[in-house]
């Protein structure tokens, strides 16, 4: 630039006068003192400029300032110039933090620095307060000496006479390592810009807490940084039902069972929205609605055995199959006990008692015992609808007047109360007469079903107003005819007429 000054100084319109014109000796001498002064001028303005581009620049091949003669272009000639090390080359970009190892790993990049000591890859800022190193400086910049060489100095990228400067970055997980410039093989040191943080975003989980039986709340945990932002949440309840919530959501279920929650969350990031990665999936139960009668909480409402606790027993009696019987004196006959759980519960331990009334005496039973003429038996379990038959076997031991009624009864503890049911059965026997027959005028017993007018009288003088020519033999009452008992007592009454005839004619004898 200079050089282009000085020249149209020389050469502009205002001065060709000098060298056009007939020019006198005089003014040649004074033209070629001109011309070496302008001569001199620009031989000062080279010297100026030159040597400041020596040292900032690299320069020729036998720049001085260089590390490395003539530049690199790649890692390859980076590392042989490093293994050489000429000019003490490893002991510079040691000191400037670049191993052997460092370049060796190193995925070089085409960047740039500036006087400013800020460097740029692909027109982003990488690092800032750049400082290099060379050969043969003067002073200034923040100069300092490296240790072990006798010419090498580190400074300030603001020695630099231009910006720009090409460079060959190593750059890992887009952080600023070192640099190598290009034209002259100076090593570049730098603060690392820090990488911007990368936008964060992800559902790390979701929870359910329960309000009631069939509510629930719902809380997602989900995050978003660095420039990302959380849209919305899509919440899918399992039940087929969705809802759009924020974090924290109710849902209420209208059955029993097992649902599977999922939520959705959206962020925007970059401009763009999209799904947040991870697995925000909870499971919930709902029980069935509890049965609400005391005691009975662990069943569900509809349960079968959701019921109040109603325990009831009753016992049924029959003797002959009927409520009533008639039987003769002797007559053996049964007695029959049914005892029925009609209540809801099992009912434990259930006795059942029948006590025989005056002139029945209890015989026997499968089941059971007889005590003292009254049975007694325990029922362990009775479930809820089963029954137990029980029979006895009576007979009749002698004629009661009336009717005779027999009573069982039953008891649980289940059941409040005792005892918790009883029935009756009732026998009777027919009623003996004493009476006159009129066929032969004697006074017999008779059953009251036996009685004809026709054939007897219940008044006994009628025997007595004609005399009875069987006078001297004892009156025989007449008994029904019931079997053997009877057959027995006629023959001991007959044995009996024998012997009084025998004593009687004995006796006469005597006289």
């Known amino acids: 630039m200079i050089i282009d000054i000085l020249y149209k100084i020389c050469y502009n319109q205002n001065y060709k006068s000098l060298f056009d014109d007939v020019e006198s000796e005089e003014m040649v001498m004074t033209r070629n003192i001109k011309v070496m002064v302008v001569g001199a001028i620009i031989a000062l303005a080279g010297l100026f400029f030159a040597v400041p581009a020596l040292y900032a620049t690299g320069g020729s091949c036998t720049d001085q300032t260089s590390v490395v003669k003539c530049g690199v272009s790649g890692k390859?000639?980076?590392?042989?110039?490093?293994?050489?090390?000429?000019?003490?080359?490893?002991?510079?970009?040691?000191?400037?933090?670049?191993?052997?190892?460092?370049?060796?790993?190193?995925?070089?990049?085409?960047?740039?620095?500036?006087?400013?000591?800020?460097?740029?890859?692909?027109?982003?800022?990488?690092?800032?307060?750049?400082?290099?190193?060379?050969?043969?400086?003067?002073?200034?910049?923040?100069?300092?000496?490296?240790?072990?060489?006798?010419?090498?100095?580190?400074?300030t990228t603001g020695a630099l006479v231009s910006d720009n400067r090409p460079l060959l970055v190593s750059m890992v997980n887009g952080e600023f390592k070192f640099a190598i410039m290009t034209d002259c093989g100076n090593p570049i040191k730098a603060n690392p810009v820090p990488k911007p943080p990368q936008p964060v975003y992800k559902c790390d989980n979701l929870v359910a807490a329960k309000i009631t039986r069939n509510e629930y709340s719902f809380?997602?945990?989900?995050?978003?940084?660095?420039?990302?932002?959380?849209?919305?949440?899509?919440?899918?309840?399992?039940?087929?039902?969705?809802?759009?919530?924020?974090?924290?959501?109710?849902?209420?279920?209208?059955?029993?069972?097992?649902?599977?929650?999922?939520?959705?969350v959206r962020v925007t990031v970059n401009g763009q929205t999209v799904n947040a990665p991870g697995k925000c999936v909870v499971t919930v139960?709902?029980?069935?609605?509890?049965?609400?009668?005391?005691?009975?909480?662990?069943?569900?409402?509809?349960?079968?055995?959701?019921?109040?606790?109603?325990?009831?027993?009753?016992?049924?009696?029959?003797?002959?199959?009927?409520?009533?019987?008639?039987?003769?004196?002797?007559?053996?006959?049964?007695y029959r006990?049914?005892?029925?759980?009609?209540?809801?519960?099992m009912l434990d331990d259930t006795k059942v008692t029948d006590k025989a009334p005056a002139g029945i005496s209890f015989v026997s039973s499968a089941t059971g015992e007889i005590v003292n003429n009254?049975?007694?038996?325990?029922?362990?379990?009775?479930?809820?609808?089963?029954?137990?038959?029980?029979?006895?076997?009576?007979?009749?031991?002698?004629?009661?007047?009336?009717?005779?009624?027999?009573?069982?009864?039953?008891?649980?503890?289940?059941?409040?109360?005792?005892?918790?049911?009883?029935?009756?059965?009732?026998?009777?026997t027919p009623k003996l007469l004493e009476v006159c027959r009129l066929e032969d005028k004697a006074i017999v017993t008779i059953n009251d079903e036996q009685f004809d007018a026709a054939k007897y009288s219940e008044d006994k003088t009628k025997c007595a107003e004609t005399p009875n020519p069987k006078a001297d033999t004892p009156v025989v009452t007449e008994l029904p005819k019931t079997g053997i008992v009877d057959s027995l007592g006629g023959g001991v009454g007959l044995g009996a007429i024998a012997a009084s005839l025998y004593y009687y004619r004995a006796s006469r004898r005597l006289l």
């Open 285 to 334: 139960v709902v029980a069935p609605e509890p049965c609400p009668i005391p005691g009975k909480e662990s069943l569900p409402k509809d349960s079968p055995l959701c019921v109040e606790d109603k325990p009831s027993v009753s016992i049924d009696k029959t003797v002959n199959g009927a409520e009533h019987a008639s039987v003769k004196v002797g007559e053996h006959f049964t």
């Open 219 to 264: 809380t997602t945990n989900a995050v978003a940084a660095n420039g990302a932002s959380i849209r919305d949440y899509s919440y899918n309840f399992g039940d087929g039902t969705t809802a759009a919530a924020g974090a924290t959501t109710k849902h209420t279920y209208a059955k029993p069972g097992t649902y599977t929650v999922r939520v959705n």
């Open 374 to 428: 009254a049975w007694s038996t325990v029922i362990d379990d009775l479930d809820v609808g089963e029954s137990k038959t029980f029979d006895i076997t009576a007979k009749l031991t002698k004629y009661v007047a009336g009717t005779m009624k027999n009573t069982a009864c039953v008891d649980t503890p289940t059941v409040p109360g005792k005892p918790d049911d009883c029935d009756d059965a009732t026998v009777d």
């Open 76 to 155: 390859a000639e980076i590392l042989a110039a490093y293994d050489k090390n000429e000019r003490s080359t490893q002991t510079i970009y040691n000191y400037m933090g670049i191993t052997r190892a460092g370049i060796v790993n190193a995925s070089f990049v085409s960047g740039n620095v500036f006087r400013n000591g800020d460097v740029f890859v692909n027109g982003q800022k990488v690092a800032t307060g750049a400082r290099t190193a060379g050969h043969s400086w003067g002073s200034g910049y923040s100069q300092v000496k490296i240790p072990n060489t006798t010419d090498a100095y580190s400074y």
């Open 337 to 345: 006990l049914i005892v029925k759980n009609t209540g809801n519960v």
